[in-house]
């Protein structure tokens, strides 16, 4: 019968520790003098100073190396959520990132003068009699056309930025004198951001190149968060760990 519950409970002699011991869910340090290597108690210990004085042979040592080791990282980056105006789709091992572009400074400053000139040129030129050529009223005109029709059409105005395996290219359509750049994968470096104003930021990356590192702005977006959803996105999918560059104010 003892045979028997032996062979029973067997199996069970045989499930080693290690097997279900899970990994310390804590990291600590025990302190020992490096004069006479004893143990130090924690009275012995001073965390703001980060001096420890041993009882034994009454070294006094630092201890900056332990706390740091233990030491829990409180600023954590929170993750960012994706804000309106920009669309991920994932194909394959290809990241297509879609962002709604907004109205820029000389759009909104070509809103406001160019039709003031358009009315004061058009208003000079037909009451005054004719003293200022034909060519300012038109000019003026033709402008504020220009600029109420980029306005008016702004929702189709997109930047696109497409990552495969090997390059990263970015493009704006239309394009407005912007070229579409293309980049190598393995130089870039760095993501950051630039405030602009308190109410735009760059989007910068550091590139490696030949010359040098370079400093090259990606895109320019109106919000805050917008521009920290883009550099988390495209570092997490290029894997590059985040780190602070000097250059950046946001």
């Known amino acids: 019968m003892k045979e ?11 499930f080693e520790l290690k097997d279900i011991q899970e990994e310390p ?19 012995n210990l001073n965390l703001e100073n980060k ?5 034994s042979c009454h070294a006094i040592f630092s201890i900056a190396e332990e706390v740091k ?10 993750e960012t959520l994706r804000p309106e105006g920009i669309d991920l789709f994932y194909y394959e091992d290809d990241l ?7 109205i820029q ?18 208003f000079i030129y037909f009451l005054g009699s004719k003293e200022i050529p034909i060519l300012f009223p038109i000019i003026s005109t033709l402008g504020s056309l220009y600029f109420i029709y980029r306005a008016f059409n702004y929702s189709k105005n997109k930047t696109y930025i497409d990552i495969n395996s090997k390059f990263l290219s970015i493009k704006s359509r239309p394009k407005h004198f912007k070229k579409d750049k293309t980049f190598n994968n393995a130089d870039i ?50 894997n590059i760990e985040d780190r602070k560059v000097p250059e950046a104010t946001a």
């Open 4 to 14: 028997e519950q032996f062979d029973e409970y067997k199996p069970a002699e045989k």
């Open 96 to 102: 297509d990132i879609t962002v709604q572009q907004h």
């Open 51 to 55: 001096l420890g004085k041993c009882n």
């Open 189 to 238: 470096d760095q993501l950051y951001l630039k405030n602009v104003d308190g109410m735009h930021y760059y989007v910068y990356m550091t590139v490696n190149a030949l010359e040098g590192q370079k400093h090259v702005k990606l895109l320019k977006v109106n919000s805050l968060s917008k521009a920290k959803y883009l550099e988390q996105e495209i570092e997490k999918y290029l």
């Open 105 to 122: 400074e000389i759009d909104a400053i070509g809103l406001i003068t160019f039709p003031f000139f358009a009315v004061l040129t058009i």
């Open 25 to 43: 869910s804590k990291i600590f340090k025990m302190i020992c003098c490096p004069s006479c290597s004893k143990d130090v108690k924690s009275d």
């Open 69 to 78: 080791a233990v030491q829990v990282e409180k600023n954590v980056k929170q």
